[in-house]
T-cell receptor, first 111, second 112 residues
Framework: TQLLEQSPQFLSIQEGENLTVYCNSS?????LQWYRQEPGEGPVLLVT?????EVKKLKRLTFQFGDARKDSSLHITAAQPGDTGLYLC???????????FGKGTKLSVKP | DAEITQSPRHKITETGRQVTLACHQT?????MFWYRQDLGHGLRLIHY???????NKGEVSDGYSVSRSNTEDLPLTLESAASSQTSVYFC???????????FGPGTRLTVL
């Protein structure tokens, strides 16, 4: 089973702090997606990374795909309360279009 | 605007009853998916469809069924609800196999 392991499971920080969350696998994958899910809502895609070593930025969020395409990280600079939510990584199951999700990192940013 | 909706948003039922959760999308997407989300397990795929009359089993399909009679809808049926099926259920759709999946707001189901 090609699991995605996310760490940490929970993270509680103060507004203005920086943080990094991780998504790791023992298998190589062709691409990786990051989602954010707010309470009472469905996940929303933030970014897809495809190339080993790739770095993508979305405002204060920086996403990196490992060189070996087995891991990825999400770094948030100067976190804000609006960043609070569950961050999920996911990969496609072959060419079928189905997603395999990690269990997520639950982030709480306190004002 | 195109969207994906789920109904009901909350449902309480009893063990053994048949329950159907609705999913409707107005994007004209070919692909539709059902996931369940549980603490400690994340999101897991129940069933999916690549088009009208096409249905496929996901990793946790036991006790669930789907049918796809048109492009817009993929209802999820629990034939005989069990307490282990208490969960939050999400429907999603995408245009193609590797395109972005758009998720509905979820249905919280409690089986007593």
């Amino acid at each position: 089973t090609q699991l995605l392991e996310q760490s940490p499971q929970f993270l509680s920080i103060q507004e203005g702090e920086n943080l990094t969350v991780y998504c790791n696998s023992s298998s190589v994958f062709s691409s990786l997606q990051w989602y954010r899910q707010e309470p009472g809502e469905g996940p929303v895609l933030l970014v897809t990374v495809v190339t080993g070593g790739e770095v993508k930025k979305l405002k204060r969020l920086t996403f990196q795909f490992g060189d070996a395409r087995k891991d990825s990280s999400l770094h948030i600079t100067a976190a804000q309360p609006g960043d609070t939510g569950l961050y999920l990584c996911a990969r496609l199951r072959g060419s079928q279009g189905n997603l395999i999700f990690g269990k997520g990192t639950k982030l709480s940013v306190k004002p | 605007d195109a969207e994906i909706t789920q109904s009901p948003r909350h449902k309480i039922t009893e063990t053994g009853r048949q329950v159907t959760l609705a999913c409707h999308q107005t994007w004209n997407h070919n692909n539709m998916f059902w996931y369940r989300q549980d603490l400690g397990h994340g999101l897991r795929l129940i069933h999916y469809s690549y088009g009208v009359q096409d249905t496929n089993k996901g990793e946790v399909s036991d006790g669930y069924s789907v049918s796809r009679s048109n492009t817009e809808d993929l209802p999820l049926t629990l034939e005989s609800a069990a307490s282990s099926q208490t969960s939050v259920y999400f429907c999603a759709s995408s245009r193609g196999h590797t395109d972005t999946q758009y998720f509905g707001p979820g249905t919280r189901l409690t089986v007593l």
